[in-house]
């Protein structure tokens, strides 16, 4: 399952976070490439941070997803695409039209949960075209033991989008990693818990 999304309608859910992280793991089993499809670019600012050639490849596709899918499309490597923080836009669409795992990244709060129905809705459109798109909310910056974070699963059961068993946490390694231009493999033990949910993540969403 080599193409990857991350999409969702809001900013700041944890899109680019999740992206940066999810493909630096990847990349340790095959090749990875970041496709970079938010006109905000924050995927392409992470590379040039890290400014080390062993990073994953973050390649433009804001203007041209489709091509840039085919142009790096293979079996034997994993394309992890960062989207705008809006359903409505067109990269949002081509995207879904094109994975195999979308993913939407959701802050535990209500408001963040109402932006995903919308989601749902695109995600049952893309299907028309590609039958066999998975998607999974995936609760992040999920703070443990807070009334609000038990609210927020009966809330998730309720659509029709089933969300990820895994949640992300709330960590400062995902911050301090990012501002490196690394990801949280890149920490040592500091980064150890953060690793591990994102392996955990990747286990449940594409050997499922
Ligand atoms: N699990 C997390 N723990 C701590 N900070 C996070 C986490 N996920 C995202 N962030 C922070 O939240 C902000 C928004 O995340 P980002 O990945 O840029 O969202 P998006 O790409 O959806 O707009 C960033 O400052 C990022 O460092
Ligand atoms: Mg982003």
């Given at each position: 399952?080599?193409?990857?999304?991350?999409?969702?309608?809001?900013?700041?859910?944890?899109?680019?976070?999740?992206?940066?992280?999810?493909a630096?793991?990847l990349a340790?089993?095959?090749?990875t490439?970041?496709?970079?499809?938010?006109?905000?670019?924050?995927?392409?600012?992470?590379?040039?941070?890290?400014?080390?050639?062993?990073?994953?490849?973050?390649?433009?596709?804001?203007?041209?997803?489709?091509?840039?899918?085919?142009?790096?499309?293979?079996?034997?490597?994993y394309?992890?695409?960062?989207?705008?923080?809006?359903?409505?836009?067109?990269?949002?669409?081509?995207?879904?039209?094109?994975?195999?795992?979308?993913?939407?990244?959701?802050?535990?709060?209500?408001?963040?949960?109402?932006?995903?129905?919308?989601?749902?809705?695109?995600?049952?459109?893309?299907?028309?075209?590609?039958?066999?798109?998975?998607?999974?909310?995936?609760?992040?910056?999920?703070?443990?033991?807070?009334?609000?974070?038990?609210?927020?699963?009966?809330?998730?059961?309720?659509?029709?989008?089933?969300?990820?068993?895994?949640?992300?946490?709330?960590?400062?390694?995902?911050?301090?990693?990012?501002?490196?231009?690394?990801?949280?493999?890149?920490?040592?033990?500091?980064?150890?818990?953060?690793?591990?949910?994102?392996?955990?993540?990747?286990?449940?969403?594409?050997?499922?």
């Amino acid at each position: 399952m080599p193409v990857i999304a991350l999409v969702g309608n809001k900013g700041g859910a944890g899109k680019t976070t999740l992206c940066v992280n999810l493909a630096a793991t990847l990349a340790a089993s095959r090749d990875t490439i970041i496709l970079d499809a938010d006109p905000q670019r924050s995927s392409l600012q992470w590379r040039i941070i890290a400014e080390d050639e062993s990073t994953v490849p973050v390649v433009d596709a804001v203007d041209d997803l489709p091509s840039q899918i085919d142009i790096h499309v293979d079996d034997n490597r994993y394309l992890v695409l960062d989207c705008p923080p809006s359903v409505q836009a067109v990269q949002t669409r081509q995207a879904l039209e094109r994975c195999d795992v979308a993913l939407i990244p959701v802050q535990p709060s209500p408001l963040d949960l109402w932006a995903t129905v919308h989601i749902e809705n695109e995600i049952e459109r893309a299907r028309q075209r590609n039958p066999d798109l998975r998607a999974f909310i995936v609760v992040n910056q999920m703070e443990p033991r807070t009334r609000l974070s038990r609210l927020v699963r009966t809330a998730l059961a309720e659509l029709s989008v089933p969300a990820a068993a895994t949640a992300i946490r709330r960590r400062v390694s995902y911050r301090n990693a990012f501002l490196e231009g690394r990801s949280v493999i890149d920490l040592g033990s500091r980064g150890a818990d953060a690793r591990e949910e994102i392996q955990q993540l990747i286990n449940e969403v594409l050997e499922s």
